[in-house]
């Protein structure tokens, strides 16, 4: 069965760095989509960053372009969130998500990781 | 980028109630939109995609229709496990956005 699950969050200060794991398992992950999504504490989802299933496309929310890197190793079955110049609203559960068509990047997602928590404060 | 909105923001039936949740997109999405039902503490769920195709072992009492900006997410009986929050999103273009989110509350 498909299982996607989140690591690497923490507490980080305001301005530093830290870098979210999505371990895949249960289908072919270099075949499809995957993204990023965030809920900040009490709030609703926001939709964060995808790539491609091989890797050549990217695109980024206005609210982390610059600032976040989404990459994955199809070989490792890990898709990644690097983000830099960490703020205090970056703090939320970042959750990671299959795209549900292979090799369309533009779809709905199927299945979701548990998530892993993100707090940014000093 | 298209706006979401979802309406109303919380609502409060009984069980067996017949309840209706309206998503608007500020732009013409097609029929491309998804509805996620997510319980406290937990990940979304996926409920309906493409405006109306009910996701594999859905509950039948769910659907959904629409088209362009306008769409509805019905549950024809309410159950007590169909407390949680009710999320739209559009997938037209990359940017996935939500709506705001519907919370469901069964007396």
């Known amino acids: 069965q498909v299982q996607l699950v989140e690591s690497g969050g923490g507490v980080v200060q305001p301005g530093r760095s830290l870098r979210l794991s999505c371990a895949a398992s249960g289908f072919t992950f270099s075949s499809y989509g995957m993204h990023w999504v965030r809920q900040a504490p009490g709030k609703g989802l926001e939709w964060v960053a995808v790539m491609s299933y091989d890797g050549s496309n990217k695109y980024y929310a206005d609210s982390v372009k610059g600032r976040f890197t989404i990459s994955r190793d199809n070989s490792k079955n890990t898709l990644y969130l690097q983000m830099n110049s960490l703020r205090a609203e970056d703090t939320a559960v970042y959750f990671c998500a299959k795209g549900a068509l292979v090799f369309i990047t533009i779809y709905y997602f199927d299945y979701w990781g548990q998530g892993t928590l993100v707090t940014v404060s000093s | 980028d298209i706006q979401m909105t979802q309406s109303p923001s919380t609502l409060s039936a009984s069980v067996g109630d017949r309840v209706t949740i309206t998503c608007r997109a500020s732009q013409s999405i097609s029929n491309w939109l998804a509805w996620y039902q997510q319980k406290p503490g937990k990940a979304p769920k996926l409920l309906i995609y493409k405006a109306s195709s009910l996701e594999s072992g859905v509950p039948s009492r769910f659907s959904g229709s629409g088209s362009g900006t306008e769409f509805t997410l019905t549950i024809s009986s309410l159950q007590p496990d169909d407390s949680a929050t009710y999320y739209c999103?559009?997938?037209?273009?990359?940017?996935?956005?939500f709506g705001q989110g519907t919370k469901v509350e069964v007396k």
């Open positions: 999103q559009q997938y037209n273009n990359y940017s996935r956005t």
